[in-house]
C-alpha cells in the first residue's frame, strides 16, 4: 500500500489525518457550547451576554472545522495524487523494459 510513498506523501498523509481529528472533535465541542446555552436561559441580562459569548464560540467553531476539513481533504488529494503519478510512471517503465 504504502510501496510508491515518499516521505512528503507521509507527511501529507499525516497532516491530513491530524486534520481530520481536529475535525472530528467539532461535534463534541459543539455539544458543549449547547450543554453551555441550555443552562444559560434566565431572564437576567446575564443570559444575554452568555448567549453572545456562545455565538462566537459556534462562529469560531465553524470557521475552525471548515479549516480543518479543508487541510485534511487538500493533504489527502496531493497525497494521492503524487501516488498515482509515481505508479504510473513505474508502470511505463515496466512497459519500455519488455
Known sequence: MFRLTKS???TLMTVGFIG???M???GT???FITGD????FETTNAAFERAKSNMYSYIYLGIGAGLMAFVMFSTWMISGQRQIVEC???YFRSILRQ
Open 20 to 22: 481530520a481529528i481536529a
Open 8 to 10: 512528503i506523501d507521509i
Open 37 to 40: 446555552m441550555f443552562s444559560s
Open 29 to 31: 465541542f459543539c455539544s
Open 88 to 90: 504510473r510512471k513505474q
Open 24 to 26: 472530528g472533535t467539532a
